[in-house]
């Protein structure tokens, strides 16, 4: 090939409009060496980091950022005003009268990360702080297709356990480490992803770490990677019989190597209890838990479920990719890492399991399908909510007929109070907190179980399975989910991500009345809200016989299968969306139907279902 059809395309691919089907896709790599030193009594780190950074775009980068998001937990910082000025902050963050709590952080409690010195293949660059973000001005551009080499010196403060990361945790865990080191920010087809930590989640370069982490002998370390040296540092990590030499000196330094992630967590304790159990044909799994009495049996019931949940994922969305995953007490909550989650501890049983359950749900949609959590949250964290739901329902037996109905409740509440934002407002801009997690956890979740009954049920975990095994170790965005399901169904859906998640457009259609047509029956129903849907219809007649009719929304061009055995459907001609009603014929009199129902498998986002039903007087 000549170096003027190389040049053409590198042009092509420069100029597309890069849906991550297209066949010009890219995105960068890192490589990251990295050796730290912990002091647990003041709970400072020093650290070196080397990072071999891949250029795989087709443009010329003459700046790179870093992301410092230790720097949030200060006085002053853009969290900390955030936390101070929205209307419902977050009840981890606040006090008892209200105020932030990193307001009043001293300097030996609050955090930092700063870089103290930093090269580019050997020569100096110029580096300045913004709030977390560090900016490099390079020393050298670096070209489509090259290679970087970056040097640096760094060192932090792990902050008190405000959000997410920090040291001695309410549950008291001594170091939850996530966000804790300089992590390069993301350049992709939309350009740099440099956002500044204020609240919300995240989005990475996809590379391999080398990490070494030096801190006191006495404390259990569990996170991303696969120990390295793990018959010379036991702590339950020597293979079986293994006899642990006695170290000498006050610390020991663990070795991990992790491949393909793009972030890296750790926590570590000295009173972590760790246990393992093997899934079969699958990873093996490790829990870290404070030795607390009352804890212990949950934690104990804990690992056979966690072995049932990896089951179910591995079938219902693909194979999990890593030959390892771990359950970390630590954190304030629930958070996903990559090859690891960080949950708190102190919980009933069945909250024990479902947070691990969402937070291993992850796994798939964020450590693997890596979508950018500051602008495409509800693809993670509604994915994840849809998936974790149906996990919940079978490894926890409650076998309910729509797992789903809470999570429908709460995106009424949010369509109907005022206060929703489109789902592609950035994270970090939503008005309330109220309003970002509906819309990132229930609209998200909506987006897949209506999808299924847009397009039906089989074809929705098809479509999944698709997505994953297409999209994995790359950085889908919504196009991407949208396009999947078209090809599985064979349908057109441009309509449906863009009313769902580009605007508040609301799903409202109603039976505006029933009324005899000679010897047949005439069905009138009518579209109140914007946003368009095909209709399943159920008529229950007075024998308690029943029957559906299925009105295909036109744009879909395209049909799906009857979604309920064993009871007859009749297809009906397709309703364009610009119509605000619709007729249809039932071939039988009036006075021998009992009720007319509008979806009912409750599975469509209808905002009033008071009109949805028609029962005869």
């Not at 760094?154 to 902050?159: A, E, L």
């Not at 967590?265 to 799994?285: E, F, K, N, R, S």
């Not at 690891?340 to 501890?345: E, F, N, P, R, S």
């Not at 970090?428 to 907190?433: F, V």
Request: charged letters at 20%; proline letters at 5%.
């Amino acid at each position: 090939m000549t170096k003027s059809i190389l040049a053409f395309l590198a042009i092509l691919c420069s100029t597309a409009s890069f849906a991550q089907g297209n066949a010009c896709y890219w995105q960068q790599h890192v490589d990251y060496t990295m050796e730290v030193d912990m002091n647990v009594e003041n709970f400072q780190y020093t650290g070196t980091q080397q990072l071999v950074y891949t250029n795989n775009s087709p443009d010329e980068l003459n700046r790179v950022y870093f992301h410092l998001y230790f720097n949030a937990f200060q006085p002053g910082s853009e969290m900390d005003i955030r936390l101070q000025t929205i209307a419902d902050p977050d009840g981890r963050m606040i006090t008892e009268d209200k105020e932030s709590r990193i307001m009043s952080l001293s300097e030996t409690e609050m955090g930092y990360l700063h870089a103290t010195t930093l090269t580019q293949d050997g020569n100096s660059v110029s580096f300045s702080e913004e709030g977390t973000v560090l900016v490099v001005e390079l020393a050298s551009p670096i070209p489509s297709g090259g290679k970087t080499t970056f040097d640096m010196n760094f060192k932090g403060q792990v902050p008190l356990q405000i959000r997410r990361s920090g040291r001695n945790s309410s549950e008291g865990v001594a170091l939850s480490m996530s966000q804790w080191y300089p992590k390069l920010a993301e350049y992709d087809f939309e350009g740099w992803h440099a956002d500044p930590y204020i609240a919300r989640e995240f989005h990475g370069v996809w590379g391999d770490f080398d990490v070494k982490l030096t801190l006191d002998k006495k404390y259990v370390v569990g996170g991303t990677g696969y120990l390295q040296n793990a018959d010379e540092i036991g702590h339950g990590y020597e293979a079986p019989g293994t006899k642990i030499k006695k170290q000498k000196g006050k610390t020991l330094t663990w070795h991990f190597k992790a491949p393909m992630v793009h972030d890296f967590m750790w926590a570590a304790d000295p009173d972590y209890i760790h246990d393992t159990t093997q899934v079969p044909d699958g990873p093996m799994l490790h829990f870290l838990y404070k030795n607390k009495p009352e804890n212990l049996e949950n934690w104990k019931n804990l690992q056979p479920k966690t072995v049932e949940a990896m089951q179910f994922f591995n079938k219902n969305v693909g194979p999990y990719p890593y030959d390892q995953y771990s359950v970390i007490q630590g954190g304030d909550g629930g958070m996903e890492y990559a090859m690891a989650t960080l949950i708190t501890g102190d919980r009933k049983f069945g909250s024990l399991v479902g947070v691990m359950a969402h937070e291993m749900a992850h796994s798939w949609f964020q450590q693997v399908l890596g979508t950018n959590e500051a602008k495409h949250e509800w693809m993670d964290e509604g994915f994840t909510s849809f998936i974790s739901t149906l996990c919940m329902n079978q490894i926890m037996g409650e076998l309910k007929d729509n797992p789903f109905e809470n999570t429908y409740k709460g995106y009424r509440n949010l369509a109907l109070s005022g206060k929703e934002q489109p789902q592609t407002t950035y994270a970090d801009r939503y008005a309330l907190n109220f309003a970002y997690g509906i819309s990132a956890y229930s609209k998200g979740s909506i987006f897949l179980s209506q999808l299924g009954y847009v397009i039906g049920q089989d074809k929705l975990m098809e479509t999944i399975r698709k997505y994953y095994a297409d999209f994995k170790f790359k950085h889908p965005v919504p196009n991407d989910i949208k396009r999947t399901a078209e090809k599985v169904s064979g349908m057109e859906l441009d309509w449906y991500l863009t009313d769902w998640t580009q605007t508040t457009n609301t799903i409202d259609y109603g039976i505006k009345s029933v009324d005899a047509d000679g010897t047949s029956t005439k069905v009138t129903m009518e579209r109140i809200g914007l946003m368009p849907m095909p209709l399943d219809i159920l008529v229950v007649y007075n024998d308690d016989t029943r029957e559906t009719f299925y009105a295909p929304l036109r744009m879909m061009r395209g049909e799906k299968e009857n979604p309920y055995e064993g009871i007859q459907r009749t297809l009906v001609e397709d309703w364009p969306w610009a119509y605000p009603t619709y007729d249809f014929i039932i071939n039988k009199p009036l006075s021998s139907i009992k009720a007319v129902v509008i979806d009912p498998s409750q599975l469509m986002a209808d905002v009033n279902l008071e009109n949805n039903v028609w029962q005869a007087e």
